[in-house]
């Protein structure tokens, strides 16, 4: 069975507000019990995350009472340029910012289209080192940074603060979108995945 997680991702903040704004969403977590203020080893892909709090439940739509047994349980708070990518499969097709043409990335047997992924390959490899590698749209020949592209199923967010929770029950709207208000109204995506 493999770990899946969910990534509220800030597409808004800037580089210099992405630390503040972590701080003061996990001081909320925190005070509400959502998670636990200690940093524990909890998490994938990094050192330590918050473990979830006595009022974890409030967030999920379905509170799994066996995940404080699950040791990847816990919350990640990614400060810092990041491609945010949904882990596994591919992305199914992408949308241009200027006419909203849709481009197709996978066929009917959901294998990548190697012609429609090379437009975009290179562009999303180098964001997170700072890169804004503008890609021509194949309808209207048209360029757009990367970033403003709109990915289907949010496979791809590009931010400086992203807000990762380990298998945990899909996260209530409702406190989705108290993330957006506590982040000045700041647009988010909610990407789910699987490693
Ligand atoms: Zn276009």
């Avoid at 210099?16 to 892909?45: N, P, Y």
Wanted: hydrophobic share 40%; charged share 20%; glycine share 12%.
């Amino acid at each position: 069975m493999g770990d899946w997680f969910q990534t509220i991702v800030d597409t808004e903040a800037t580089p210099e507000e992405a630390q503040g704004l972590a701080a003061s969403i996990l001081d909320w977590l925190i005070a509400d019990g959502f998670v636990s203020a200690e940093r524990t080893d909890c998490v994938l892909g990094a050192d330590a995350g918050h473990a979830p709090g006595a009022h974890y439940g409030e967030a999920v739509e379905d509170p799994d009472p066996e995940l404080i047994n699950v040791w990847s349980n816990g919350l990640h708070v990614t400060v810092g340029r990041t491609v945010f990518d949904a882990g596994q499969g591919e992305p199914s097709a992408v949308t241009c910012p200027h006419c909203a043409a849709e481009t197709p990335l996978v066929d009917e047997y959901w294998s990548l289209i190697e012609e429609g992924w090379a437009r975009f390959r290179d562009a999303v490899g180098s964001w997170a080192e700072g890169e804004d590698e503008p890609v021509a749209c194949p309808s209207c020949g048209r360029t757009a940074p990367v970033h403003t592209w709109l990915w289907a199923d949010d496979h791809f967010a590009f931010g400086h603060l992203g807000f990762t929770f380990w298998n945990w029950p899909g996260l209530r709207p409702e406190f989705v979108a108290e993330f957006s208000r506590r982040l000045g109204g700041h647009r988010t995506v909610l990407l789910g995945g699987k490693l």
